[in-house]
């Protein structure tokens, strides 16, 4: 069975860090541009970063950069983001994606910031 699977997310405070997870199931991520979503509370998906199949510089939303790192693995065929400096604006869920070949989402995971 194809699957993206998310973890990492909960609870933090203001200016803290949170590592999140997609693991690639059932195909070879490492063929596929692997890209992080999140969607804020009452607002529409937006896109946060992504990470090309070929190694290029990865792109980042305005808002996250100098915060988020995307980065992957392709030996435990998984995609992270480090999310480092946290701010309440940056509550939602956050999704994984996959697109190459066919193009595929995770079921998401909550990160919620707030003292």
């Known amino acids: 069975q194809v699957q993206l699977v998310e973890s990492g997310g909960g609870l933090v405070q203001p200016g803290g860090s949170l590592r999140l997870s997609c693991v690639a199931r059932g195909f070879t991520s490492s063929g596929y541009a692997m890209l992080w979503y999140r969607q804020p509370p009452g607002k529409e998906r937006e896109l946060v970063a992504a990470?090309?199949?070929?190694?290029?510089?990865?792109d980042y939303a305005d808002s996250v950069k100098g915060r988020f790192t995307i980065s992957r693995d392709n030996v435990k065929n998984t995609v992270y983001l480090q999310m480092n400096s946290l701010k309440p604006e940056d509550t939602a869920v956050y999704y994984c994606?996959?697109?190459?070949?066919?193009?595929?989402w995770g079921q998401g995971t909550q990160v919620t910031v707030s003292a």
């Open positions: 994606r996959a697109i190459g070949r066919n193009g595929y």
């Open positions: 990470l090309s199949t070929a190694g290029g510089r990865p």
